[in-house]
Every structure is written in structure tokens, then in C-alpha cells.
């Protein structure tokens, strides 16, 4: 599971900076999440979500950029 609980710290990272994170990205990741059986790396991807300002299962695409103003 290491290659995959660093893609969720990096998307995390990543939407902490304000990076617009491909649609791919945010699908893989969604996906890892959705099969993991630890809470924490589930609770990753929906802090994520929720720094884009958007809630569980929605932010799935490059689209997804963060609600807050630049």
C-alpha cells in the first residue's frame, strides 16, 4: 500500500497548494480510497476533497479547481 498512500499524501499536498490536479489523478485516488481498508487513508482523500471545497465522491476531475478565491 506504499505506492498508494504516497498518491493521497501528494494529491492532499497538492490541493493544499491550489495545484489543479488532473482528472486521472483525482480518479486514482478516489479509487484507492474507495478499496482502502484504513480509515486514515480514506480520511486523506476527503481532506482533499474538502480543501477544493467539495464534498465526498465529487471532486473527480481537473474541473475541480478550489471554490475559495486565488
Do not use: I, K, N, T
Amino acid at each position: 500500500m506504499g505506492h498508494r498512500r504516497l498518491a493521497l499524501l501528494r494529491l492532499l499536498a497538492a490541493v493544499r497548494v491550489r495545484a489543479l490536479v488532473p482528472a486521472s489523478d483525482w480518479a486514482y485516488c478516489g479509487e484507492v480510497a474507495s478499496q482502502a481498508a484504513d480509515e486514515a487513508l480514506r480520511g486523506l482523500f476527503a481532506e482533499a476533497e474538502q480543501a477544493v471545497g467539495l464534498g465526498h465522491g465529487s471532486a473527480r476531475g481537473a474541473d475541480a479547481a478550489p471554490a475559495r478565491p486565488a
